[in-house]
């Protein structure tokens, strides 16, 4: 049963504590010293050591990054990698001060200060007196007993000093020495916490899927007296699960164990995230001196060796992504609207899982992640450096007890690539009576090898081993490579595979800075932040669509195009672990395109309908008929989209059929043949187009008396990796970086013959060559329609090849067009496109600089026909075999070049587009649809024009 209603939960994400403000005796009280996250903080006095506005006392919004306040340094980790205490780091050290007063009722109980995060080093006074040891590591709650500290009624002064290096090298190794930006300053909440005198420290619970349950609760002091733990479960719409569970506890005791059975329980999955609220009450006696709740699930894990990650005993494959805790505007300071906006765009993808990388995150984000439904691995720090043992100790029983009640979470990471203190290992496992298996990302611990960024073929290889393979870093995201690019290869490879435990690609978002010392700049410290899905704001890249088409758990198994005597009958496969298709919905529509000519976007929508889905179990395949109409056939297009549970998209098909359709027309009127010393000049009604006589391409074009500059081709374009033989194969002596440099092919290519004859109405210009481009046939029509026929030939292998035309990138303005859009594609990233009519503004974003999207500029799959705005007025080009590609001038690469340098094609009509590669691996080594292409043989093409000046 899938849930839709949330647990009103008054404890604001503090894990076994009762967030009330002071109206019963026996709750836990909160006040808040600083505010709750960004745009909610509160203002304290500051002063800081070095950088910008250092030396001098004024004030500072809490939580915050202090970089984000104007103070300090700006600094990225990677710069000083290996170093612990290098020359020239940015080492300030921030002192904070703030006044506050605490009730007078406090005074008979106990009252802690929690920090929930601050970077790095972090010393805390109050009223002039020590809190306790320093704590060192900067992703941790902290907490101090200041119960003696504290003057109550009446005014108190909070003193903290923040150093934004460790003096511990390890820590420093760990966490600041890495490949993501370092901040200093408090950057989550402070808050006070008042216990009664007998009180409920904390709880640790175990709820398994077949309804056994057990509960450490932990008292703040040894009991002095007999006293007994009561526990309440209800689900949650209130009602009440199975009986109470009471213990007691025997004087001297600090800790109680509740167990129970309880039947028909609801369970706990990504797909199903059903909760269950537990409220714990503390007795004296008979009376009631303290009470805690919480909220957990009913899941159990399970790691089956050589086999599998199983949920609730069924195999569960992860389709997940890393996450950093971050805004542009924010750094890591953060807050419940963007914690859960997070979570809500990774289900948005279809994935079902996130890695906390390399820290723990806010605690919202997990209660986000509980709620909406993801498998989390929850990582200690420590990024190739890692903690020594005593600092280590500290920080996992931090990490654990904070978050060992959350069902999402289903694995503990000790550490990243190398960053493992492997003395630490059996430290989760003193905190978390769940016993969550433990990983090493990118090495192979308890039965799961987590090896990082293996190319395809290595991939196949690592299946080959005695292990589970479930890679916590693949396809590492750059610019508009990896990703989506080479997704659906190696998908097909671990979703199929018997070992495989799925996998997590880098990186969800771009990890870009908006300077505060640079007019608010996106700072992605080069190509290094610049990984993401989606931009520092959330903006989708094309991959977005890539893995949430791919990632679908339904699948629609139908050829996109339907023959004439399709009856409305749809394979489908269920790929839900837990879900029947008969919990999902599916919406179908008939539409009917607009013209070039009409100026529309998208489309008219004929008829349309909506079903349950049928009868299928997870894992398993069936049909679905749609009650379509019998003339179904004059629409253009079929659209079908299911939806999940609760009723959001999962993925929408397209279908279409054959149909001959001509989408520009010929007009009226005579067509004019006029032959000059160099040129043939052809007009038909206002339309004049000029010739060439020494190459047979167009030089000029005017409409209504003005000058429209389309000329230049068609030009034979064909291009390879400048790495690559003759063969395909790759030059191992190739100069470093040739696999990024696209070079254009030199083929000499020379008119052989050009003829034009006016006859029947219409003018035709014939020219014929020596060389790859064999014919061009101009046919000029009434009404200014110009059809081109072409034909090449080329054999060998090739990575772009088609015909382009000249038209100044400058004077574009806008396209719109009927194709799969409205991202582009790449050879290796067909998925996540829909046939309709879209329109783009032109736009030409510098990746990982700027961030406007989709780009204008690439390639563009499936295309009927397209309508060019510009500066001297619209060009229309229609196409007569839809399966190949439009060209639409050149993507751009970032500044640094590091995925791609392609020839300048203009706009272009390719049979061949290439792969685009990722940040690690070279797009040979991303898969089969990754490959360059072997072509033999005469290719032809049909494209329309139109030209209407302004």
Not at 295 to 323: A, C, H, P
Not at 833 to 855: A, K, M, Q, R, V
Request: glycine letters at 10%; hydrophobic letters at 35%; aromatic letters at 12%.
């Amino acid at each position: 049963m899938i849930r839709s209603k949330r647990i009103n939960r008054l404890f604001l994400g503090l894990a076994s504590v009762f967030v009330v403000w002071g109206v019963k005796a026996q709750e836990t009280e909160i006040q808040y010293l600083s505010g709750k996250g960004y745009q909610d903080t509160k203002e304290w006095e500051f002063k800081i050591s070095g950088g910008r506005k250092s030396g001098e006392w004024s004030t500072i919004s809490v939580p915050s990054v202090w970089e984000q306040e104007g103070f300090g340094k700006y600094q990225y980790g990677i710069k000083f990698y290996g170093k612990p205490f290098p020359d020239g780091i940015a080492d300030e050290v921030g002192q904070y001060k703030y006044t506050f007063e605490v009730p007078k009722a406090w005074e008979n109980k106990l009252v802690r200060i929690v920090f929930d995060g601050s970077m790095t080093d972090t010393e805390v006074r109050v009223n002039g007196r020590s809190a306790g040891d320093k704590h060192q590591g900067a992703f941790y709650r902290f907490k101090y007993d200041i119960t003696d500290l504290l003057k109550y009624g009446k005014e108190n002064l909070l003193e903290v000093t923040v150093s934004k290096e460790s003096s511990n090298a390890s820590v420093n190794l760990a966490e600041r020495r890495a490949d993501y930006w370092n901040f200093g300053g408090i950057f989550r909440p402070v808050f006070l916490e008042a216990f009664p005198a007998k009180f409920i420290d904390r709880t640790a619970i175990d709820a398994q899927a077949n309804g056994q349950f057990r509960a450490e609760v932990f008292l703040g002091h040894a009991s002095a007296d007999d006293m007994k733990v009561v526990a309440t479960v209800k689900d949650e719409e209130g009602q009440s699960l199975g009986q109470p569970m009471e213990q007691s506890i025997t004087a001297g005791g600090d800790k109680v164990v509740l167990e129970s059975a309880f039947e028909g329980v609801d369970l706990w999955t990504a797909e199903t995230p059903s909760l269950y609220h537990i409220q714990f009450s503390l007795y004296d006696g008979d009376e009631l001196v303290h009470q805690v709740d919480d909220r957990f699930g009913f899941r159990t894990i399970e790691l089956k060796e050589s086999d599998g990650i199983y949920i609730n005993g069924q195999r569960v494959l992860m389709k997940g992504v890393n996450k950093h805790s971050f805004w542009p505007e924010s750094g890591r300071t953060l807050n419940k609207e963007l914690n859960y906006a997070d979570a809500k765009l990774i289900k948005e993808m279809n994935m079902n899982a996130v890695r906390l990388s390399h820290y723990p995150s806010d605690p919202e984000f997990l209660d986000a992640c509980d709620e909406l439904g993801l498998y989390v691995l929850h990582e200690l720090g420590g990024w190739h450096g890692h903690y020594d043992e005593a600092i280590g100790m500290e920080l996992v029983e931090s990490l654990v007890t904070r978050d060992v009640n959350h069902p999402s979470v289903i694995f503990w990471d000790n550490g990243n690539e190398g960053g493992w203190n492997t003395e630490l290992d059996d430290e989760f496992a003193k905190w978390d009576p769940q016993n969550r298996p433990v990983l090493h990302p990118q090495q192979l611990l308890n039965g799961v090898e987590t090896m990082h960024y293996r190319s395809y073929g290595e991939t196949e290889e690592y299946f080959r081993g005695d292990y589970i393979f479930m890679p916590t870093e693949f396809l590492h995201g750059l610019y508009d490579g990896g990703h989506g690019a080479g997704l659906y290869d190696y998908w097909e490879l671990m979703r199929t595979h018997p070992r495989s435990g799925g996998g997590f690609l880098w990186v969800f978002a771009d990890e870009g800075i908006a300077r505060t010392d640079q007019d608010g700049r996106i700072d992605n410290q080069g190509n290094y932040g610049a990984d993401g899905i989606v931009g520092p704001h959330h903006e989708k890249e094309g991959s977005f669509f890539t893995i949430k088409e791919v990632w679908s758990p339904v699948m629609v198994m139908q050829e996109d195009e339907l023959s004439p005597d399709f009856d409305g009958t749809f394979p489908v496969e269920n790929r839900y672990d837990f879900t029947n298709l008969d919990a999902c919905t599916f919406e179908w529509s008939l539409g009917a395109f607009y013209g070039p000519e009409t100026g529309e976007s998208g489309h008219k929508v004929i008829k349309s309908g909506e079903l349950n889905g049928p009868d299928v179990a997870p894992h398993e395949s069936g049909e679905i008929t749609l009650p379509l109409p019998a003339d179904w056939e004059a629409a253009d297009v079929l659209y079908l989209t299911a939806k999940d549970p609760s009723g959001k998209e999962l993925w929408t098909w397209h279908f279409t059929w054959e149909q001959p359709t001509q989408y520009l027309q010929a007009g009226n009127g005579s067509v004019e043949l006029e032959e000059q010393q160099s040129d043939y000049v052809v007009s038909s009604g206002d339309l004049k187009v000029t010739f060439s006589k020494e190459n047979g391409q167009i030089v000029a074009v005017k409409e209504g008396g003005s000058t429209i500059s389309f000329g230049g081709g068609p030009r034979f374009v064909a291009a390879r990796r400048g790495d690559r033989t003759l063969d395909g194969t790759v030059d191992p002596d190739f100069e470093k970086g040739m696999d990024r440099i696209y070079k254009a092919l030199d083929l000499e290519q020379e008119l052989r013959a050009i003829t034009a004859e006016e006859k029947d109405g219409q003018v035709t210009v014939k020219a014929s060559y020596f060389g790859p481009l064999e014919e061009v046939v101009w046919t000029i029509q009434p009404g200014g329609l110009v059809q081109l026929d072409y034909t090449y030939r080329y054999n060998g292998v090739v990575e772009l090849m088609g015909v382009s035309f000249d038209y100044p990138e400058e004077k574009v303005k806008a396209i719109r067009w009927l194709g799969e859009g409205p991202y582009r594609s790449w050879q290796n990233r067909i998925h996540g496109t829909t046939l309709d009519i879209w329109g783009n503004d032109y736009n030409d974003p510098i990746p990982g600089e700027s961030f406007t999207y989709p780009e204008f500029k690439g390639y563009f799959h499936d295309w009927h026909w397209a309508a060019f705005e510009t500066e001297e007025g619209k060009i229309y080009m229609a196409n007569d075999r839809p399966d190949n590609y439009l060209g639409v001038y050149t993507p751009r690469d970032g500044r640094d070049a590091l995925l791609y340098t392609l020839p300048q094609t203009g706009l272009a009509v390719f049979d061949v587009i290439p792969g685009v590669r990722n940040k690690v691996n070279a797009t040979d080594l991303v898969g089969p649809s990754s490959q360059p292409q072997h072509v033999s043989g005469k290719k032809e093409g049909r494209v329309y024009f139109k030209f209407k000046a302004h």
